[in-house]
Nanobody, 115 residues
Framework: QVQLVESGGGLVQAGGSLTLSCAAS???????MAWFRQDPGNERESVAQ????????SYADFVKGRFTISRDKSKNTVYLQMNSLKSEDTAVYYC?????????WGQGTQVTVSS
């Protein structure tokens, strides 16, 4: 069974930085890992994605130039480095993994940006 464990959320002032981590465990092959976010009243939206083997990355327009997704293949861990945070980045951030055994979600980690 695949498990995703997220960490790194918290409270930060606008303009500050945070790094989220998501460690995947279980017997599987990873295809992609991604970060999504959701705030109350809105649908969950994609933030960034990384293709596990190639390292190819893609980003939502609203985070381009501010957020960086990366992975450590030896640790089955994906990171989201978030810089120049804005109040509108406040949300619960979810890790997602597409693997040989299905599509998986983490429990979510709260990121709150104070203005």
């Amino acid at each position: 069974q695949v498990q995703l464990v997220e960490s790194g959320g918290g409270l930060v002032q606008a303009g500050g930085s945070l790094t989220l981590s998501c460690a995947a465990s279980g017997l599987f092959s990873l295809y992609t890992m991604a970060w999504f976010r959701q705030d109350p009243g809105n649908e969950r939206e994609s933030v960034a994605q990384i293709v596990w083997n190639s390292g190819y990355t893609s980003y939502a327009d609203f985070v381009k130039g501010r957020f960086t997704i990366s992975r450590d293949k030896s640790k089955n861990t994906v990171y989201l480095q978030m810089n120049s945070l804005k109040s509108e980045d406040t949300a619960v951030y979810y890790c997602n993994a597409l693997s040989s055994v299905g599509n998986h979600w983490g429990q979510g980690t709260q990121v709150t940006v104070s203005s």
